[in-house]
Nanobody, 120 residues
């Protein structure tokens, strides 16, 4: 069993910044990919950014140049630095982790979500 604890969401004015964190713990042998997704009211959950164990990153076009994903492998933690926030960034942000458990089974796990609200 794996637990993902997210933090850092909140209310910010347009143009402001927030930093999200997600710490993974539990029956993890090795984490492969880590990422962030978001879901606005009435919309589907969309990819925001991902990062592999080798540090390769991928971003949604809508956040390129404004958001930066990073990870601390020693702490099993992934971060999302969000700058120049826009009202359309308002959503619940979910952490997602792909990992191998101690039986070498690959699994995905989701965090509980953290609300990000950007006011205009």
């Amino acid at each position: 069993q794996v637990q993902l604890v997210e933090s850092g969401g909140g209310l910010v004015q347009a143009g402001g910044s927030l930093r999200l964190s997600c710490a993974a713990s539990g029956s993890i042998f090795r984490i492969n990919a880590m990422g962030w997704y978001r879901q606005a009211p009435g919309k589907q959950r969309d990819l925001v950014a991902t990062i592999t164990s080798g540090g390769i990153t991928n971003y949604a076009d809508s956040v390129k140049g404004r958001f930066t994903i990073s990870r601390d492998s020693a702490k099993n933690t992934v971060y999302l630095q969000m700058n120049s926030l826009k009202p359309e960034d308002t959503a619940v942000y979910y952490c997602n982790v792909g990992y191998l458990d101690y039986r070498s089974v690959f699994r995905w796990s989701w965090g509980q979500g953290t609300q990000v609200t950007v006011s205009s």
